[in-house]
């Protein structure tokens, strides 16, 4: 009823409303760096991203998509530090709006052999530098952010 609801409304005033994603903040506890990958499409630089997953709390399915794009290992913070959108291309030639809630994960170990370790390139940034590479404006401030949040969940 709820899904019928918000297409009806999407149609009456001619937008959709944003589907949403969860991307991972791959931080360096010691030197307060973040960690971004490139897109497989284009290469340019962002966090690993992705849809939630039924059986996963939003925050462990960052930490997969960390996981699976970047071969990250961590502690990821089940409380979100932040929201941004962006449009993401579809393979039938239109866009559609995204929001994305961001989770922030303490990296403990980064594997060498990882689900994308062929598709995608991995560096590590301070947050400045990483605020300049990425595209979207919302993320941008989230790193801007970074040093007042960077604080550890509990082991």
């Keep these: 009823m709820i899904v019928a609801f918000r297409e009806k409304l999407a149609r009456l005033i001619g937008r959709r409303p944003p589907d949403m994603q ?3 903040l ?9 960690l971004l990958v490139t ?4 290469g340019r ?4 991203k992705g849809w939630p997953m ?9 930490r997969q998509e960390a996981w699976e794009e970047a071969g990250v290992k961590g502690r990821v913070d089940q409380t979100e530090i932040g929201r941004y959108r962006y449009d993401k291309d579809q393979d ?3 866009a559609i709006p995204v929001e994305v809630r961001v989770f922030p ?8 052999n ?11 940034f301070p947050p400045e530098d990483a605020a300049r590479l990425v595209a979207e404006t919302g993320l941008q401030q989230i790193l801007h952010d970074l040093p007042f949040k960077r604080q550890s969940p509990p082991k």
């Design 45 to 48: 630089w962002i966090v690993p």
């Design 114 to 124: 990882f689900p994308e370790a062929h598709e995608r390139t991995r560096r590590w």
């Design 22 to 24: 969860v991307a991972a």
């Design 26 to 34: 791959c931080l360096n506890e010691s030197t307060g760096e973040v």
């Design 92 to 94: 039938r030639g239109f």
């Design 54 to 62: 039924p059986g996963r709390s939003l925050a462990d399915a960052a």
């Design 39 to 42: 897109s497989r499409g284009t």
């Design 105 to 112: 994960l303490y990296v403990d170990k980064l594997e060498r």
